[in-house]
């Protein structure tokens, strides 16, 4: 059987000291056709078939000041990869991959294929196809660098943002499994479908194969944050609303305050983007779900089934962390609310994005292997998550959860026309 | 922090030789226990602070001549665990277990907690919660006994049907992970939400945690088949419409001839029963990924895009194995199609309820862990499954893929009424 390649959907720029004139034109070259194949060539956009759900035909906007994907409403389902980049790695095919991710991320969340299927006979269809039917499900394509892209392999030393300082080890990270952290750059997707979010990550894996290998991989579900005042807010595997007090979409100042580098960064190219905090929490269920109400409620700081603050009101009630309960503080001093809380962290506030996760049981211990995708986006992590988590090396939680993954990523400003590509402003100049 | 149990809300029948007529009584106690405790204890049903997508509020009826989950409409998302006795477990600990799952059950596909969250300070909540605010999502949950729980453990050795001799190693088999295959007893659950179907799974198992243990457990997404005609034909991880001439809901007939057990079983219980054979099948994306198009249809007997036989006509016209293309079987003998269509199989058919499935990556490859969760319902696995997969091994496909799991479980009837429990007409008798 056939394992022959398909440069001509797939062109390469001349080699790796090409012309930057040169190697934009090819780029240009490379999204056009794509999108020819995905447009003519495939003959249909996945939506066309669809006789789903309402979400089928909705699609997200590609191009934008900020990538889609971190303020957009938070979809159910989340893939997200971490790629290292191989040893032959060099910065024109660092370049061309990623031009060319621009490219299929641009129709696949168009909800269109990468390219054609059946228009070549000897060659591998340019789209693996399992989301043929479906639609983009409003998938977003989100991708960033972690601070190993910058050191001396590629010899990008001097773009590495201040900010992209590794986390290094934090007081609760005793139990972090490095093969699953970090990594050169990462792909979020997300979709109101797994099986769209899947297909988007394993067609941009294929398309960088020869640049990038997979280092760590994960699905999420149940989408653990909301990101809109449009959506309820949604349950950890803790059964608890989570999130309550989250930055949304419908408050650009707040977002503009602590979502968004702005002018403040010592690298141009990462103005409008944000810095992404990766943490796998396992959650010790089967312990959890032997703690009694009133204990949980404590730990938490709000009352399980509404949410509402244990200070009183409704869910969206201010916290009063003066009020008392039987003389003693209403809302505890180490409850997750009050030490995660902008008022005992310098005002910080950040993003959150997290995703539900099971990966079966652990076979160890029988017990569920499952727990929350922390996702946070931010204007500095250093300043923002990392202070809020030192705080909560207190929280009454970490009986209850491991860290077991931890990553800092550096998301780029948003793609502004076709032709652009994730990293220009980075990389553009670089011979 | 306390770990007490919750007693109030689990009631044990009085001990392991319990009475039956006072155990039924225990049983149909517990059952409605909880039923109020759902209705009016935790206040609301899960349904209520929705504001998600047209599916959260449908419900499938849990009561019926078979249980729900096999010729239902396929949903979205699977989750489906496998579980161990406890070296502990006895006839009427497994009872009341099966009994709990069924009033538990009765609820959970109703969109409704299996108990109160709020109304006892000092114990844990009788249900988890995370699934609090989320509807049905046309939740179905389906119960079934592997053949090791016929051993001599329970005793139970004569109530074991023929049928349920293991599937033993097939000519494909030579990958086989035990330690995710087999299991005493087996939960599927089924759901258009990921998080509802795990929530299902989880509070099952924290139900029965004192007779059974997970031993392995499943998720799946992007239903890889169709059980209705109302369903488009979905797509495997191949990229291939897989399962178009699958049994639908709406042929009873073949239904009644090829999935549901009848008066030919040596075990009265199982009547209204079927078979379910589960396989976890890796396929071997990247390589197939690199193979062309031509060579790709060859194998599946089928178009990529449009599904359609490769002897002419759309996706659902009658397969043509004399046709000739060149001169050559339009339908290669080693195709797919060809080796598991039933005029070569003596005319067996199997309900198919697979779907797709990623673990992230192979660590020591980099490659997807991912591929086809395989799920067939029968009258006879070793008259249908078997005979077809012995065919299937000198499919084309297998170059691509490799089985690491197989399970046989025998599915009892469906629950008649309120009162009803999982295995009753097998275990109701005993001791």
Request: hydrophobic share 35%; with cysteine; aromatic share 8%.
């Amino acid at each position: 059987m056939s394992t022959t390649d398909t440069p001509e959907t797939h062109p390469e720029p001349d080699g790796p000291r090409v012309d930057r004139r040169r190697f934009l034109a090819g780029v240009g070259l490379a999204g056009a056709g794509l999108a020819v194949g995905g447009a003519a060539g495939a003959g249909i956009g996945y939506a066309a078939a669809s006789g789903g759900t309402d979400t089928d035909a909705e699609v997200e906007p590609f191009y934008g000041e900020h990538q889609a994907g971190i303020i957009t409403r938070q979809q159910n389902s989340l893939v997200f990869a971490a790629f290292d980049l191989k040893d032959s790695a060099t910065v024109p095919s660092v370049q061309t991959m990623l031009a060319r991710w621009a490219a299929a991320a641009s129709l696949l969340t168009q909800g269109k294929p990468v390219g054609p299927v059946e228009s070549r006979p000897m060659t591998p269809p340019a789209d693996t196809g399992e989301a043929f039917d479906l639609g983009a499900h409003r998938l977003t394509v989100t991708v960033g660098f972690g601070p190993t892209f910058f050191d001396d392999r590629l010899g990008l030393q001097d773009k590495r943002p201040a900010a992209l300082q590794p986390l290094g080890q934090l007081a609760t990270d005793t139990t972090i499994d490095p093969t699953i952290s970090g990594g050169d750059v990462c792909v979020q997707a997300c979709s109101e479908d797994p099986q769209v979010a899947f297909h988007a990550i394993r067609n941009l894996a294929r398309i960088g194969r020869n640049v990038v290998t997979l280092r760590w991989l994960q699905e999420g579900f149940g989408r653990a944050s909301a990101t809109s005042t449009s959506q309820v807010t949604p349950r950890n595997l803790f059964g608890f609303k989570d999130g309550t007090a989250n930055i949304k979409a419908e408050e650009p100042a707040v977002a503009g305050e602590w979502v968004w580098v702005g002018d403040e960064t010592d690298q141009d190219w990462m103005k409008g983007g944000s810095y992404l905090v990766t943490r796998k929490i396992r959650m010790h269920i089967e312990a959890w779900d032997s703690d009694d109400i009133t204990d949980q409620e404590r730990i938490f700081g709000r009352v399980k089934e509404s949410g509402a603050p244990l200070s009183g009101g409704d869910e969206f009630a201010t916290l009063d962390f003066t009020a008392k309960t039987d003389g003693q503080p209403a809302i505890h001093p180490f409850s997750h609310v009050r030490l995660a809380h902008p008022d005992n962290n310098g005002g910080a506030q950040i993003l959150r994005r997290g995703y539900n996760y099971t990966d079966g049981i652990d076979t160890r211990t029988g017990t569920l292997a499952a727990g929350l995708f922390f996702m946070a986006y931010q204007k500095n992590a250093h300043e923002q998550f990392v202070r809020i988590q030192n705080n909560l090396a207190q929280d009454a939680m970490n009986e209850y959860v491991s860290p077991i993954s931890s990553s800092l990523w550096a998301i780029g400003p948003g793609l502004s026309k076709i032709g652009d590509w994730y990293g220009k402003t980075m990389l553009g100049n670089t011979p």
